[in-house]
């Protein structure tokens, strides 16, 4: 990789531009909506060019930091401008519906698309927040969908240099049905925690449990409204589970029966010892 361009430098488009930066000689080219985010990032160093799309041109990779629907439009866009040599990928956190997409616009040009989440993050969001150790042991799912090996196995490797810890291959139907579960039910239990009228008076009262389960509630509301939509088919059924599950759990404690809310909470405490975690 030469020319690396980077479309949207967010927490997690500038944290790739930083660690890039940090980690590689790449030359990288940032093109962001944002005239102050590009000025910043051209000032710590995270990219070393303002770009335009006519940029795309010299791209040997190009990394969608923007959200899936913008990520598809922008490639409708500019897929005229994208070599045939350049590897298009992404940072979505649902693969079902980008996937299929950009599959179809890169084999009608030419060019080669891979599908990417990098699995990390933070509770706020921004090139503010970026930082060059965000993927530092992190995992890195791939979806390669048609791509060929060797375009995949460059991008595994592209991002074993950016610090991540493990690459993790999936097809666009596993990716959202383990997403919906490890991310998005978090974020849909700690937001609707979050409503309870307790929440405001918590501090004083308030420990490791609290920060646990609140903690992703300081959400991007535009962002994370997309991905639950768009995965409603995975997402839907885990929110049926979990409820079905603390029925269980009211159900036990209003009877007031003590043997089985025992058992289902040391089912809990089973699980998460088997797993070693």
């Known amino acids: 990789m030469v020319n690396v361009v980077i479309v949207g430098l967010g927490i997690i488009g500038g944290s790739m531009a930083k660690a890039i930066a940090e980690y590689t000689d790449c030359h990288i080219i940032g093109i962001n909506r944002s005239e102050e985010t590009l000025q910043k990032a051209m000032e710590c160093g995270a990219i070393h060019e303002i770009g335009t799309a006519d940029s795309l041109k010299k791209a040997d990779m190009l990394i969608l930091g923007v959200y899936p629907e913008v990520a598809v439009q922008f490639i409708r866009d500019n897929a005229d401008k994208i070599p045939r040599h350049c590897i298009v990928t992404d940072t979505s956190g649902i693969k079902s519906q980008i996937c299929p997409a950009l599959s179809e616009i890169?084999?009608?040009?030419?060019?080669?698309?891979?599908?990417?989440?990098?699995?990390?993050?933070?509770?706020?969001?921004?090139?503010?927040?970026?930082?060059?150790?965000?993927f530092r042991h992190a995992s890195c799912i791939l979806v390669p969908c048609d791509a060929p090996r060797q375009a995949v196995d460059k991008v595994a490797d592209f991002m074993m240099q950016l610090g991540f810890g493990r690459i993790v291959y999936a097809t666009p139907e596993e990716h959202?049905?383990?997403?919906?579960?490890?991310?998005?039910?978090?974020?849909?239990?700690?937001?609707?925690?979050?409503?309870?009228?307790?929440?405001?008076?918590?501090?004083?009262?308030?420990?490791?449990?609290?920060?646990?389960?609140?903690?992703?509630?300081?959400?991007n509301g535009v962002l994370w409204s997309e991905l639950f939509i768009e995965n409603q088919q995975a997402l839907l059924p885990e929110i049926d589970t979990f409820l079905e599950n603390m029925t269980a759990i009211r159900t036990a404690i209003a009877k007031g029966d003590r043997q089985e809310l025992s058992q289902l909470l040391n089912r809990g405490k089973l699980i998460k010892e088997e797993l070693g975690e």
């Open 106 to 134: 890169a084999r009608e040009y030419g060019f080669t698309f891979v599908g990417c989440h990098p699995m990390a993050g933070k509770e706020k969001s921004g090139f503010d927040v970026s930082e060059a150790t965000l």
């Open 176 to 219: 959202d049905r383990m997403i919906s579960f490890t991310s998005q039910l978090p974020h849909v239990i700690a937001c609707a925690y979050v409503f309870s009228p307790c929440c405001k008076h918590h501090k004083g009262f308030s420990a490791g449990s609290y920060r646990d389960v609140s903690r992703v509630a300081n959400i």
